[in-house]
């Protein structure tokens, strides 16, 4: 067996390990999406036109991975359409965005023991609406997730409050969910729903409306067994390698 076979054969063994490592990772992924926002006018015979202008948006988005020892992270703050990406030893985290409020994908794999995968979107937008004008935010939210073992969970989490100028304390507005996986729960999530919210400014006066967005999944791997096919490739591999040293020994 010369050099480039026994190279070929290390380079199977590791793809087929990994193959195998991916075939059984945890997953979690979350999609908002089809958010938008439109107005209505309260009085319409008025002649004033109802309608919103956006003072600031700020985005930050983030992918991460930690296997109990050493982390990777990638974060930005982009004004426009962006993507964050981290991939380690079969692991990956991916968090997505498509440049408007709303519109994000996140995705997380776990594909190894303890190696925990999380994304993460923070986002605020302030605007301005009109008097005696209605706001309405509706969308959709998708979230999915896979544990690879029982003893494996998921986090899943979203935040949207609404904040009118002169509030104060805890908004009235808001919409939350947050999902937690647990030992005995089922090992599959697939959730849709629809998010819906309005507010009214029945004043004379423009006011400003605040929106604070966060989102979140992590995904952790715990009780991965490799598969039986992994074993006898890694026993074989190790065979031809022992082989091939007992014959260069000889000879």
């Given at each position: 067996?010369?050099?480039?076979?026994?190279?070929?054969?290390?380079?199977?063994?590791?793809?087929?390990?990994?193959?195998?490592?991916?075939?059984?990772?945890?997953?979690?992924?979350m999609r908002l999406s089809n958010l938008n926002l439109s107005v209505f006018d309260l009085t319409p015979d008025d002649g004033?036109?109802?309608?919103?202008?956006?003072?600031?948006?700020?985005?930050?988005?983030?992918?991460?991975?930690?296997?109990?020892?050493?982390?990777?992270?990638?974060?930005?703050?982009?004004?426009?359409?962006?993507?964050?990406?981290?991939?380690?030893?079969?692991?990956?985290?991916?968090?997505?965005?498509?440049?408007?409020?709303?519109?994000?994908?996140?995705?997380?794999?776990?594909?190894?023991?303890?190696?925990?995968?999380?994304?993460?979107?923070?986002?605020?937008?302030?605007?301005?609406?009109?008097?005696?004008?209605?706001?309405?935010?509706?969308?959709?939210?998708?979230?999915?997730?896979?544990?690879?073992?029982?003893?494996?969970?998921?986090?899943?989490?979203?935040?949207?409050?609404?904040?009118?100028?002169?509030?104060?304390?805890?908004?009235?507005?808001?919409f939350e969910k947050r999902l937690v996986s647990t030992t005995f729960g089922p090992n599959d999530l697939d959730s849709n729903?629809?998010?819906?919210?309005?507010?009214?400014?029945?004043?004379?006066?423009?006011?400003?409306?605040?929106?604070?967005?966060?989102?979140?999944?992590?995904?952790?791997?715990?009780?991965?067994?490799?598969?039986?096919?992994?074993?006898?490739?890694?026993?074989?591999?190790?065979?031809?390698?022992?082989?091939?040293?007992?014959?260069?020994?000889?000879?």
């Amino acid at each position: 067996m010369n050099q480039k076979i026994t190279t070929l054969l290390i380079a199977g063994l590791l793809f087929s390990g990994a193959a195998s490592a991916a075939s059984q990772a945890s997953s979690a992924s979350m999609r908002l999406s089809n958010l938008n926002l439109s107005v209505f006018d309260l009085t319409p015979d008025d002649g004033v036109t109802s309608a919103f202008t956006v003072k600031e948006m700020t985005t930050e988005i983030e992918a991460s991975l930690y296997d109990g020892r050493q982390s990777w992270s990638d974060d930005q703050y982009p004004t426009g359409a962006a993507s964050v990406n981290i991939a380690k030893y079969g692991s990956s985290s991916q968090t997505a965005w498509a440049g408007q409020f709303g519109g994000f994908d996140l995705n997380s794999s776990s594909a190894t023991n303890s190696m925990t995968a999380g994304s993460w979107v923070s986002q605020r937008l302030t605007l301005t609406l009109a008097p005696q004008s209605g706001l309405v935010l509706d969308g959709w939210l998708s979230m999915t997730g896979h544990k690879a073992t029982p003893s494996s969970n998921w986090l899943q989490s979203v935040y949207l409050n609404l904040t009118p100028q002169g509030s104060t304390g805890a908004s009235e507005y808001r919409f939350e969910k947050r999902l937690v996986s647990t030992t005995f729960g089922p090992n599959d999530l697939d959730s849709n729903e629809q998010i819906t919210m309005s507010y009214v400014n029945t004043s004379d006066v423009a006011r400003d409306v605040s929106f604070q967005l966060y989102t979140q999944t992590s995904i952790r791997t715990v009780g991965l067994v490799p598969e039986p096919s992994t074993y006898a490739m890694l026993g074989a591999g190790l065979l031809a390698l022992g082989l091939h040293a007992r014959r260069r020994r000889t000879s």
